[in-house]
């Protein structure tokens, strides 16, 4: 008997037309749990570094969590893993809503897909029954559109579906995978979709989900229950209103968006507005919201709402979450109202949020400085927000300068050259980041940033306040109730945090701390990944319900293996090495790991050395960021330093450091050409 | 025949549409609450409240599973309030033959709401504990009702099963019930 789990995975093979369900060793769910973990496991089997992202043999992994299905509330991530077409590393996008836990009724834990259909296709998974269907009257469909279309075709309301737009279709880097008020967008993991030529995936489950100790599990979720009231009745002082409750920062709910509109860059990630928020601007935004917004929405099992109903008139109804409604709206110079009218197409179409927007800005920033030119633009409007339109067409259909920027600023600068690299100043490992320009290093979001292996800043900080609190009585109450630390020191790593003087950036948290304190809100996020845990109420706010301490017991009783702290970090670090492995061997090493040059004026070349050197160490990594075989050992990696020796990236008798291969990092360097 | 007044406890969940987030922690708490032993499962498929939702047309409506019935309805409802329109048979509770919600998925047994009975009986049903938004909430009123109703009632019904069955039928199967209990 398999408990939270289900057992069994569904292979797909788009080349031969074949599925097959995959009974899985129970030994995986002990070892990595499932979700992130499993996956990264199957990619380092599975997946050799030769393999390109638009190859056959790449994977695409659609994965439930560990919890998905089971009564923890908050479990409904589904978690898709492949290769990024962007960065040519791993990527791990993930999104809510309610598709993994269908997939568990299902009786799923993931489904595999690798080759490539000749047609377009979608797959209906219906309890036992699964079939690859013929999708070509949905070429070219919107997300949404899709997903009604095939549920009506289905007769079938109570499937879900996650399906690409036009922009995954067309293997645009930025195409996302849609799913109702979700996504799964980082990376272009709906550009690998496209490229195996699978429109959407619908399921349907009604079986049981099985738990091995249920009166345990039970009283542990109404705790949490209770905690999610208590916490929503004391939302955290002196922090701004999105931060201080729980869920993903709460964007449709409020709209007071100070915070992100005089702290973060508009346009390119180029200009601070200090004083956009003016009482006319809040008054606005506040009907502007409050008049398109039909009703706050949740994902399953989850009291949180962070997601909305959008409803404007003459434009069909969508469903929003999170920050989108500010990414288009500060790279145009724009408003809130044009903010959440592209934002519906550019749902449709199926693109990332965060990168897209920085695309479509870098592209009018080199036209201004006469880089690009009115030749490679012809028939551009002359307004800005018509100019976004514009891109976004071209973008999603890759046609003329459409083609270039669906690979992503970075790519795009290295084709049109002329110093357009200078321009795609944003990105780290080719990826386009927050549009945030800070002045002092801070070493905490120095190393989570240089190290992340989701490349992804909100997909790392979290637990650990993200700046000090101006007082020291402010910090104590804060520490009050403070039950999430692992440890005790970390209330003293905090108290000590001043905003000026000797304890301050970027030379406090101190280097020795500043390892401590991400290796916290990194534990804590591979956790959440395995078992399929929304970060919004657990590794991304601040004072969760989930934390270290109670999550043994919920998996122990879940599950019926026992597992303490120690096992559960270890159960964490090893998740992050694997994954760490795997874009290891693909030819990443410590070069890569930079901020944008530009994300803080203030920067300390001697100090963001011995900060990576340090954190590398205490990783169990040498100085290339390669994990040595000694950590490998310990973590039950063996075959990972096996592979590692044989590959010439470890030696064998020592941990000397190894650059990239030469012809590893040509491969890096070489990829990235558009269909 | 006079009947007596009786008091009776009425219990009450208040649906409250407008509140729903379409979480349906309610679907999945009664099929985890339903399960034997208590809580060592859960399945929506065979949870006795269904949030019937439609998001892009803004439909959230928890319905909850009633009395079963052998038979279909003659006709179909629609139901259209403030512009949206609600699928046929939307606010039915029944679990009868023309759908397949309210029924337990692998042995389409029907399915009925027992307000989470229970012993120790339970505060409120686990699907208003776990609303969280409040669009379930839950209240209990007594009312003061005549017995004689119930005994109308009674005969009623057995007048419609002595019509099918024949009264002998009837008063056969009473006696071996009735004796089947005291054995």
Not at chain 1, 246 to 258: A, V
Not at chain 1, 472 to 482: H, P
Not at chain 2, 83 to 88: I, T, V
Request: aromatic share 10%; glycine share 8%; charged share 30%.
């Amino acid at each position: 008997m398999r408990y939270a789990e289900t057992g069994f995975n569904l292979e797909i093979d788009l080349s031969r037309g074949s599925i097959e369900r995959v009974e899985t060793d129970p030994r995986l769910m002990e070892l990595y749990f499932g979700g992130l973990g499993t996956n990264a496991k199957i990619l380092w089997d599975r997946v050799p570094p030769e393999v390109e992202p638009f190859s056959p043999d790449n994977l695409l992994i659609f994965s439930t969590g560990l919890l998905c299905g089971t009564p923890a509330i908050g479990a409904n991530r589904t978690i898709v893993s492949t290769l990024s077409p962007q960065t040519l590393l791993m990527a791990y996008s993930m999104m809510g809503g309610f598709f993994a836990p269908e997939l568990k009724y299902a009786g799923y834990d993931k489904v595999i897909i690798r080759g490539k259909s000749p047609n377009l296709v979608y797959l209906w998974i219906n309890n036992d029954k699964v079939e690859i269907r013929d999708a070509s009257h949905l070429q070219g469909k919107g997300a949404s559109e899709t997903a009604e279309l095939i549920l009506q075709e289905l007769k079938e309301p109570k499937a879900q579906v996650a399906a690409i737009g036009l922009a995954g279709e067309n293997r645009v880097y930025m195409a996302s995978i849609e799913h109702g008020r979700s996504s799964a967008s980082r990376l272009g993991i709906g550009a690998v979709m496209g490229d195996k030529g699978i429109k959407a995936i619908a399921v349907r489950g009604t079986k049981d989900i099985d738990i091995a100790r249920p009166d345990e599990f039970i009283e542990l979720c109404n705790e949490v229950l209770e905690y999610i009231k208590a916490r929503d009745d004391n939302p955290i002082p002196g922090v701004m209103p999105i931060l201080a409750g729980l869920g993903s920062p709460q964007e449709m709910k409020i709209h007071d968006e100070k915070w992100h509109t005089t702290s973060f860059m508009w346009g390119n990630a180029r200009t601070r507005r200090r004083d956009f928020w003016t009482e006319e601007i809040e008054e606005k935004w506040r009907e502007i919201q409050e008049s398109v917004r039909t009703r706050l929405i949740s994902c399953y099992n989850c009291p949180m709402k962070c997601g909305a109903i959008i409803s404007i008139p003459g434009i069909s109804t969508y469903m929003m979450k999170c920050y989108s409604k500010l990414t288009y709206t500060m790279a145009a110079y724009s408003d809130l109202d044009f903010g959440f009218k592209i934002a519906q197409r550019a749902t449709e179409y199926g693109v990332d949020g965060f990168s897209t927007p920085q695309a479509m800005a870098f592209a009018l920033e080199l036209y201004e400085a006469g880089i690009l030119t009115d030749q490679d633009m012809p028939g551009m409007p002359s307004d800005t927000e018509g100019r976004f339109y514009w891109l976004l067409d071209r973008i999603v259909r890759r046609e003329g300068i459409g083609d270039m920027l669906a690979n992503g600023t970075y790519w795009a600068a290295q084709k049109i050259g002329k110093g357009a690299e200078e321009y795609a100043h944003n990105n780290i490992k080719k990826h386009e980041q927050l549009p945030l320009k800070l002045g002092m290093l801070n070493p905490v979001y120095f190393l989570m940033y240089c190290t992340g292996e989701k490349i992804n800043i909100t997909q790392i900080e979290g637990q650990f306040p993200q700046e000090p609190f101006p007082t020291r009585e402010e910090r104590e109450a804060f520490v009050k109730d403070w039950i999430q630390v692992p440890d005790e020191k970390f209330k003293q790593y905090f108290l000590d945090w001043e905003p000026r003087g000797e304890h301050s950036n970027p030379y406090y948290p101190t280097v020795q701390m500043s390892c401590e304190i991400v290796d916290w809100m990194e534990m804590m996020h591979y956790i959440d990944d395995a078992l399929g845990m929304c970060a919004g109420l657990s590794s991304f706010p601040l004072k969760p319900p989930y934390h270290i301490h109670n999550y043994p017991a919920f998996i122990s009783s879940a599950t019926g293996i026992d597992i303490d702290e120690a096992g559960l970090s270890q159960v964490a670090k090893r998740n992050r090495t694997l994954v760490r492995a795997v874009n290891i061997r693909r030819g990443m090493r410590r070069e890569d790991e930079k901020p944008p040059e530009d994300h803080w004026k203030k920067r300390f070349p001697e100090l963001e050395e011995k900060l990576l050197d340090e954190y590398y160490k205490f990783k169990g990594w040498n100085t290339e960021g390669i994990p040595t075989k000694e950590s490998l050992h310990e973590l039950a990696l063996d075959y990972v330093s096996e592979d590692f020796i044989k590959r010439g990236i470890l030696r064998d008798t020592e941990t000397i450091p190894t650059k990239a291969t030469s012809k590893e990092k040509e491969k890096k360097e070489g990829g990235g050409s558009g269909p | 025949m006079k009947g007596e007044k009786v008091k009776k406890i009425i219990k009450t969940i208040n649906i409250d549409v407008d509140k729903c987030n379409g979480c349906r922690a309610c679907e999945l708490i009664c099929s985890a609450f339903h399960a034997q032993p208590k809580y060592s499962s859960n399945n929506p498929g065979r949870s006795r409240i269904r949030v019937i939702r439609d998001p892009l047309r803004d439909v959230y409506v928890p319905v909850y599973a009633g009395e079963y019935t052998p038979a279909e309805c003659t006709g179909r409802d629609k139901y259209t309030i403030d512009g949206k329109e609600y699928e046929e048979c939307a606010f039915c509770r029944a679990s009868c033959p023309s759908r397949d919600v309210f029924k337990e998925p692998d042995s389409g047994l029907p399915l009925k709401c027992d307000m989470c009975e229970s012993d120790p009986p339970l505060e409120e049903p686990m699907c208003v504990q776990w609303c969280l938004n409040d669009a379930l909430t839950y209240e209990e009123r007594e009312e003061e009702v005549e017995e004689e109703v119930e005994q109308e009632e009674l005969e009623i019904g057995l007048e419609a099963l002595a019509d099918k069955f024949g009264l002998d039928k009837i008063v056969d199967t009473i006696v071996r019930m009735s004796e089947s209990k005291k054995a």
